[in-house]
């Protein structure tokens, strides 16, 4: 996969920069993300790694190849492979995370569900009382919280999405510690019992 890629970049100049770095494309195992800011840059990436597949005795898939901008006017470039058109879509699953055009919400709202339903499945744990408050946020934060949690170091978070996560974050707790909602017991009296 190396050898290809350094094949299909030579002489290829990108122009997506992370950190004063031209970035051109993500690489995990067999899976390969090329990045561009121009319709017409990403058809040369696309066609450099055809080609310099194909010289390897090996195919890029156009079934399993998709695009995805973040442009409003969507991509007006026919990219192929193959012969075959690649089809633009508005979001995919990439090892284990929800990529849209729209940023990162769809992807928080699909984690919380996940981290809710993980919560749900351990209420025999939440109602037993001969297990300890610190004994259930321990089972919360690595059972329920690391799915969460996981692929999280890239997302970027507006104000409304912390807001979700807080709000979720006190669901869990109050949930552990058996206050409902009517009780009317404030945030912060919440955040106290878990500390204690």
């Known amino acids: 996969m190396e050898r290809i890629m350094t094949d299909a970049l030579e002489d290829h100049e990108g122009t997506v920069s992370i950190g004063c770095r031209t970035i051109t494309n993500l690489r995990f195992a067999d899976d390969i993300d090329g990045l561009a800011r121009e319709e017409e840059e990403l058809a040369n990436l696309v066609e450099r790694l055809d080609k310099a597949s194909t010289g390897f005795g090996m195919e890029i898939s156009a079934e399993n190849t998709k695009l995805m901008t973040n442009s409003t006017s969507g991509i007006n470039t026919e990219i192929k492979v193959n012969g075959q058109k690649l089809e633009t879509v508005r979001s995919f699953k990439y090892l284990g995370s929800v990529i849209t055009d729209e940023g990162y919400k769809p992807e928080l709202l699909c984690r919380i569900a996940q981290a809710t339903a993980a919560l749900t499945r351990l209420k025999p744990i939440w109602i ?69």
């Open 128 to 196: 037993d009382k001969s297990i300890s408050v610190s004994s259930k946020i321990r089972l919360m934060r690595s059972l329920v919280t690391s799915i969460f949690l996981y692929a999280c170091e890239s997302r970027i978070l507006t104000a409304e999405l912390q807001r979700r996560i807080q709000a979720m974050e006190m669901r869990y707790y109050r949930k552990i510690l058996h206050i409902s909602y009517k009780d009317h017991v404030t945030n912060e009296e919440v955040r106290a019992k878990i500390q204690q």
